[in-house]
């Protein structure tokens, strides 16, 4: 009756933004907004597997709906980058090895200590930091004003 450890692995989410997406016959490139760690550096990158014309056409003849996202220019995408760090930056991951993210609803981020826990300290630095400032400054006025004046000649 000892501590139960889950054998599942987290996985360790980072939200990034695709800036531009390259396409070559049958893969494409996304560039992102920050770094991607990969066991051959950090890399600001991701590559993507196509799928093939006739398996494509199968999928939407039957009526299939693909699970794969279709990552676009502007989309945020969530990257487990404990898998990132064991392959290489030219490897083609699979489009649903990334999950996509509305970031104007929180609820569709992942994990615990998100993307929006993130935003959320951000906002509150920011206003710690006004606060910080309107008492500096106050501090200073007030010093001021109870200095000792030279005397006049």
């Not at 999928?59 to 064991?86: C, Q, V, W």
């Not at 030219?90 to 569709?108: I, L, R």
């Amino acid at each position: 009756m000892g501590n139960q450890q889950s054998s599942e692995r987290k996985p360790n989410y980072r939200i990034r933004k695709i800036i531009s997406r390259e396409e070559h016959s049958d893969w494409f490139r996304c560039y992102l907004d920050d770094y991607v760690p990969y066991e051959n550096g950090e890399h600001k990158h991701m590559d993507f597997g196509k799928l093939p014309t006739a398996i494509a056409l199968l999928g939407f003849f039957a009526n299939a709906k693909d699970r794969r996202p279709s990552l676009h220019e502007g989309d945020y995408i969530a990257i487990d980058i404990d898998m990132t760090r064991n392959l290489q930056s030219n490897h083609d991951f699979d489009p649903s090895s990334v999950e996509k993210v509305n970031v104007s609803d929180s609820s569709s981020l992942l994990g615990e200590g998100g993307f929006q826990d993130w935003v959320e300290f951000m906002n509150q630095a920011r206003e710690n930091r006004i606060a910080w400032d309107e008492w500096n400054r106050f501090d200073k006025e007030t010093q001021r004003s109870w200095q000792l004046q030279p005397p006049k000649k």
